[in-house]
């Protein structure tokens, strides 16, 4: 972490992200390997183990069907957990931890406030989430449709080719969220050591005017 000057931190909070710039950072956050590396290395050997054992099933669309049910039932409930639990923790932050996260970077070579780099992963984790969740329901939706499914159980190579991808892509991106919320989660826990650690300075403080008086 580095000092940032305190308004140039409070101009970055004032800057109106555009939607696709948005959109474009939550992407870019989810399928970078700048970060998680080993682990987005794990969820893609995962991901074409389990597309593996789903192409060679005989149930193959109730396989996907109950996969991305499976990671919308998971994804609903955290995403209401984290939207309501951050909203809470926002709503709760005092004056001094507010400018104490605008006066440190996330890391030693960034120039964004640590407030509003939790900011940006809120947004990306939330905005990743619902996507995926629409993505699942979308699939969870055709695959009860006949016409997809004798696509799937009736098909030529070059459709082979294309479904077979396309089971791959499905489950990364479900890995790829669920890691994005462990970023998340990370990135909020040192928040909390920074609020801890804000408190008990003010209680030096404190404690040493009493000192003195």
Known sequence: MKTIDLQQAIQQLRTKDEPKEIIARAINEVFSFKSNKILKSIAILISLILSYLIDKSNNTCNLIRD???????????????????????QALLDERII?????????????????????????????????????????SIFLKIDIFTNIIYN?????????????????????????????FIFN????????????????????????EV
């Not at 605008?102 to 905005?127: A, G, H, I, P």
Request: proline fraction near 0%; include cysteine.
């Open 67 to 89: 996969f991305t049910i499976d990671f919308n039932v998971l994804l609903i409930a955290i995403f209401g957990i984290l939207f309501t639990g951050y909203s809470i923790f």
């Open 99 to 139: 400018v104490s996260l605008l006066t440190v970077s996330e890391s030693d070579d960034s120039e964004v406030s640590f407030l509003k780099r939790t900011n940006e992963y809120f947004s990306n984790t939330m905005l990743t989430m619902f996507s995926t969740i629409l993505i699942n329901l979308c699939i």
């Open 155 to 183: 098909t030529n190579n070059y459709k082979y080719i294309f479904l077979h991808i396309a089971y791959i892509l499905i489950l990364i991106i479900n890995f790829f969220c669920f890691i994005e919320v462990k970023s």
């Open 188 to 211: 909020i826990f040192n928040i909390f050591n920074l609020q801890c650690a804000n408190k008990a300075y003010q209680y030096m403080e404190n404690e040493m005017e009493n000192e």
